[in-house]
């Protein structure tokens, strides 16, 4: 009987099921959803039921990717992705000039290849807001989530590099720490990385920007883009939205 038991668990391995291989460009680590299901990360490799599957590839401040695959008994099935930023604002509507040309209004979905940018966002009421952003060949983080400050404020603008270690401020080393507190509590997500639940407080996050989403269901999520400076608490206390019930 055992050995039935084994040889029919052979079987079905190697009869039933096939290899799906997952890779990204663009992001690195990007989360893998098989059929609704979190199966893991860029580059993923698992055996899987033969047929056909929903896939769905995505991270934070990416525009995900979603198709419909077969996957084959003898023949590994592989799927190859290239996720665009999203340029994303708070309020969104915000027109977007990059070099100098207008290219749309957020939240908009762009395929931006290694180079140097000049990005600006300019919405009637609020601040013209703008950085510089160095995009490398292998990109792991999204670019800043913008929040525009009302008409009349300090004008702010950023340097950032994006790179395979994350949105850094160049020639800044070193941590600083974060305090997050909101109404009501919420869950806490870093660059798409779940950390906690407010209030929260993290020690020892290296210097530079992060893309924060607080999360809450039966409310409105809460992006924004913070900056941890070197040995600096960094408070951050918001108040989310219900959703609307129309």
């Given at each position: ?9 052979i ?11 997952v890779?990204?460009?663009r ?7 098989i ?28 525009e995900p ?38 290219v749309g ?13 000049n ?21 792991s ?7 525009l400050?009302?008409a009349?404020?300090?004008?702010k ?12 401020e160049?020639?800044i ?66 108040e ?7």
């Amino acid at each position: 009987m055992t050995i039935l038991i084994i040889i029919s668990a052979i079987l079905y391995y190697y009869v039933f099921t096939g290899v799906i291989v997952v890779s990204s460009s663009r992001p690195l680590e990007a989360i893998v959803e098989i059929d609704g299901f979190k199966s893991g990360n860029t580059p993923f490799k698992e055996r899987i039921r033969v047929g056909k599957h929903n896939i769905k590839v995505y991270k934070e401040g990416f525009e995900p990717w979603e198709g419909k695959i077969t996957v084959k008994r003898f023949s590994p099935t592989t799927v190859t992705v290239k996720l665009r930023f999203l340029l994303q604002s708070d309020p969104t509507g915000a027109s977007i000039k990059i070099n100098g040309k207008e290219v749309g209004v957020t939240d908009l979905a762009m395929d931006l290849p290694a180079g140097f940018y000049n990005i600006e966002f300019k919405k009637s009421g609020y601040q013209v807001a703008r950085f510089k952003a160095t995009i490398p060949p292998n990109v792991s983080q999204p670019l800043p989530f913008v929040k525009l400050e009302k008409a009349g404020s300090r004008p702010k603008e950023e340097i950032i590099v994006i790179g395979e270690g994350g949105v850094i401020e160049p020639e800044i080393s070193g941590d600083g720490s974060l305090q997050i507190t909101s109404t009501p509590d919420a869950q806490v997500f870093i660059d798409g990385y779940h950390r906690g639940e407010t209030p929260l407080t993290i020690k020892k996050i290296p210097v530079g920007s992060y893309v924060l989403k607080l999360s809450k269901e039966g409310y409105k999520d809460l992006r924004q883009t913070i900056y941890i400076k070197k040995d600096e608490v960094t408070k951050v206390a918001v108040e989310l939205k219900p959703e609307s019930t129309e």
